[in-house]
Nanobody, 125 residues
Framework: QVQLVESGGGLVQAGGSLRLSCAASGRTFSTYAVAWFRQAPGKEREFVAA????????YYADSVKGRFTISRDNAKSTVYLQMNSLKPEDTAVHYC??????????????????WGQGTQVTVSS
């Protein structure tokens, strides 16, 4: 069993930065791949970024590549999402999720076993 709690969201102007954190409980967290998803009002939940259980590989949606960086510190049971050059279209509730995939982390929300409650990110123009 893994419990996830996100933090770090807020209101920022376009071009600004935020760092989201996903703190996990559970002794086996280091064996899970973790992803960030986001959901804007009236839209489906979409993949943002993912990181493998050892942190050796990272994956990004095209819309955030070059602006966002996902990382993890297994000693602290925490995954981070550094978001730079934020745009109004990044406004959404951001969620972290965990799973133990056979291969690379999936990009489909339904393939994740554990979810946090979400943190709101609002980017003003």
């Amino acid at each position: 069993q893994v419990q996830l709690v996100e933090s770090g969201g807020g209101l920022v102007q376009a071009g600004g930065s935020l760092r989201l954190s996903c703190a996990a409980s559970g002794r086996t967290f280091s064996t899970y791949a973790v992803a960030w998803f986001r959901q804007a009002p009236g839209k489906e939940r979409e993949f943002v970024a993912a990181i493998t259980w050892m942190g050796g590989s990272t994956y990004y949606a095209d819309s955030v590549k070059g602006r966002f960086t996902i990382s993890r510190d297994n000693a602290k049971s925490t995954v981070y999402l550094q978001m730079n050059s934020l745009k109004p279209e990044d406004t959404a509730v951001h969620y972290c999720a965990a799973t133990r995939p056979w291969g690379r982390p999936p990009r489909t929300p339904g393939e994740y076993d554990y979810w946090g409650q979400g943190t709101q990110v609002t980017v003003s123009s």
